[in-house]
């Protein structure tokens, strides 16, 4: 058995409003100036999987995100190994 | 007749829920994670912040072993009642459609709303007039309503915006009625000592549907 790293990058899709993404975007290009759109505050998630190998790894995280880690009704997500 | 509560770690208006049903003359008690509901006719999925909110409000609480009991009692037809985060444990379970996202102002709120009753063919708004104006507290950050079934059966509204739900959308039950997910506190307005008391026709409406259901 070997571990594998992964990074999950956890997003809401383009049709929810995301509130707090909006007010960090605000900030940054009222009070800073920069010109900043479309930022959007999603959660990133590092972990650990024990595996006979990287297909299985991979198998296990897609898992854990459909199981408890992402919400397929709000959020979409991308998996890549560290 | 019994009603049982449900008492996640992070649960806070469990005792605020058993006060209400003691007051309409339910015997209650208390479930822990590693309980059954067997004997339950109503479960209770109070408010509160079960897991800290932990990656998503609800997320963690769905998965615990109680609420395979809770889906269990479901299936078999049980009345399963889910205030605030108790709401949004039952759609992170899949009991009720939707999701319920942080509040379009950013903001946590609390404060009491004025809501429409929109359905009062359910076993816990039998005692309500249809359409009538009440009012309850609401204390929540995470009560935007995103509606994903466009067939839902829609209990209450508020009339004021709140918190950026769908159509306004408060409370929500499935096709048979006999679950409800609502995020108003009910159990915070069943006397007059508490502010008010209309959460107290959601209580005798389910004590009174039990007990003509039972005899």
Known sequence: ?82 | MKACIVVYPGSNCDRDVYHALKYVGVDVNYVGLDDSLDGCDLVVLPGGFSYGDYLRPGAVAAREKISHEVRRAADRGKLILGICNGFQILIEMGLLPGALLRNSSGRFVSKWVRLIVEDVDTPFTRNFKSREVIKLPVAHGYGRYFKTDSAIRVVFKYMDDVNGSDDMIAAVTTEDGRILGMMPHPERAYEKLLGGEDGLKLFTSVVEYLRRNAS
């Open chain 1, 1 to 82: 058995m070997s571990k594998y790293r992964f990074a999950i990058d956890v997003q809401f899709k383009s049709s929810v409003r995301d509130p707090r993404g909006e007010t960090i975007e605000r900030v940054l290009r009222t009070e800073k100036g920069l010109p900043i759109y479309h930022l959007r505050l999603g959660k990133s998630i590092h972990l650990e999987v024990e595996a006979e190998n990287e297909v299985e790894a991979t198998r296990i995280v897609h898992q854990a995100c459909e199981d408890l880690l992402v919400n397929p009704v709000v959020e979409e997500y991308e998996v890549r190994t560290l």
